[in-house]
């Protein structure tokens, strides 16, 4: 955003104003030195631009349009899944078999959870490592969920599986390695339904509101942003669970935000607090792995929540309803 100065501006009195507004900016200077205008940093406050053009010095202000009219055009929107925030969704990472899917699915619905969560198929940094059961894991998925009432949330790895997966899941994920995958995102968003867009690891969130822009504009549904953490360079934890994403996305853009504090802690330990920070930054609810055996997990089992674990996370998404 620019705005432009009167030639007669306090210029010191126009940025105390703005300050008071929330918003940051830089000088902008002729030739001659004189501040001409102010150009206001992207990590400002939103604020009405009839109430900066009111202020005293001010000639105007210009503001490029918004390259996500679409996602704009959602704000507001609830989480496509049933029951009230906060929302849980839970399950094991990988579907490993019938019973795996069936007992993940009790601990869930026991924990409250309206979702069940699960990957067929399974993107995975090693070429060695187990990368799901692919479409045999779908029925598995939808079996367990039906069993206990609950929806399907799972990953689309590849365009060639779009049509088996939306014909199995009531919102498609797509995964942080694939959140720029625009081939992907068009195929996805051609099914119509809801997805759950994870954060790429090294994604801006204006890159991943972008993301969003394609599914939406591609056909889909309701696009629901999720926050799984960024690449840190501390290994503490697993990755950086970035919580002024989601405070921004929820109160500054009115998106629908889920968090999944299981791949950001990469810990068990701290899942149950970062979700509780994740309800306080505002997200509509939380996306957790769960295994009834995480010591057998085929994958990700040592952040996955067992019994004893969920107990302590129902309390505290009991606190925040």
Not at 93 to 115: I, K, N
Not at 237 to 258: I, S
Request: hydrophobic share 50%.
């Amino acid at each position: 955003m620019l705005i432009t100065l009167r030639p007669d501006a306090d210029v010191v009195a126009v940025e105390a104003a703005l300050k008071g507004l929330g918003l940051w900016t830089t000088r902008l200077r002729d030739a001659d030195g004189a501040a001409r205008g102010l150009r206001v940093e992207p990590h400002s406050a939103p604020a009405a631009l009839a109430t900066l053009r009111a202020l005293p010095g001010v000639a105007d202000v210009w503001r490029a349009p918004s390259p996500h009219p679409r996602v704009d055009a959602q704000a507001g929107a609830a989480v496509p899944l049933p029951g009230g925030a906060p929302l849980l969704v839970a399950g094991p990472c990988s579907v490993e078999s019938p019973e795996q899917a069936h007992a993940a699915a009790a601990l869930a619905a026991a924990a409250g959870a309206t979702a069940l969560r699960g990957g067929a198929f399974k993107p995975r940094t090693s070429p060695y490592a187990f990368d799901g059961h692919g479409r045999a894991a779908l029925g598995w998925l939808r079996a367990a969920a039906d069993a206990h009432d609950l929806a399907v949330v799972t990953e689309v790895l590849g365009e060639q599986h779009v049509d088996a997966v939306a014909a199995v899941a009531d919102v498609l994920q797509v995964g942080s390695r694939n959140m720029q995958n625009f081939a992907l995102l068009r195929a996805v968003g051609a099914a119509g339904k809801p997805v759950l867009l994870k954060r790429g690891m090294a994604a801006t969130v204006e890159e991943w509101l972008l993301a969003g822009e394609h599914l939406l504009t591609a056909g889909a549904g309701t696009v629901v942003f999720c926050e799984r953490g960024v690449r840190g360079f501390d290994p503490e934890t697993r990755n950086l669970l970035d919580l002024g994403a989601v405070a921004l996305l929820k109160h500054a853009y009115r998106q629908p935000v889920l968090v999944d504090p299981s791949h950001a802690a990469g810990r068990r330990d701290l899942v149950v607090p970062l979700a509780a920070a994740a309800l306080a930054a505002g997200a509509d609810g939380v996306i957790i792995e769960v295994h009834p055996d995480p010591g057998a997990a085929r994958s990700d089992g040592p952040q996955a929540l067992d019994a004893a674990a969920l107990v302590a996370l129902t309390a505290t998404l009991e606190a925040h309803r």
